[in-house]
């Protein structure tokens, strides 16, 4: 597992955006696809810590990258092992964190991911005599659809 997380790290996949390199290394005939839901974000809060945690990861893989990138060019030995055992700090956290991420929404950065929002609230801002008019016309409604 950590293998081909590091190994999908290091290809640089983002997350968000469709990177050029999977578009390039697909085969030429892909197989079938399709969505299959995996988590209900049920409120704004569950909502915001979800976005905030693949966020978190984002970064962590970024810091991975360059860590590695490091690591890669660096030449000097004492260094080297300095960066290494910094890069496998940094892979074990990823790693965890995205065990972490997988229990609780189903998510994990070896896939890509489409969210659709279930529910949105449009709220705007009124006087109180606008808002009393409002409920008055949403309850004439409401009786008219009875």
Do not use: W
């Not at 909502?47 to 693949?54: K, P, R, T």
Request: proline residues 2%; charged residues 25%.
């Amino acid at each position: 597992m950590k293998k081909s997380l590091l190994l999908l790290v290091t290809t640089g996949l983002t997350l968000l955006s469709g990177g050029q390199l999977l578009a390039q290394s697909a085969p030429a005939t892909p197989k079938q696809q399709r969505l299959i839901h995996v988590s209900t974000l049920n409120t704004i809060e569950a909502n915001q810590a979800f976005q905030n945690n693949v966020q978190i990861m984002q970064a962590r893989r970024q810091e991975l990258l360059v860590a590695k990138d490091a690591l890669d060019k660096e030449t000097n030995a004492a260094k080297k092992k300095d960066l290494k055992t910094k890069v496998d700090a940094l892979l074990a956290k990823l790693n965890e964190d995205n065990q972490t991420m997988l229990k609780a929404y189903g998510f994990t950065l070896e896939r890509n991911y489409t969210i659709a929002p279930v529910v949105s609230h449009v709220y705007m801002m009124v006087t109180d005599e606008e808002a009393a008019r409002f409920d008055k016309e949403q309850a004439a409604a409401a009786k008219k659809k009875k």
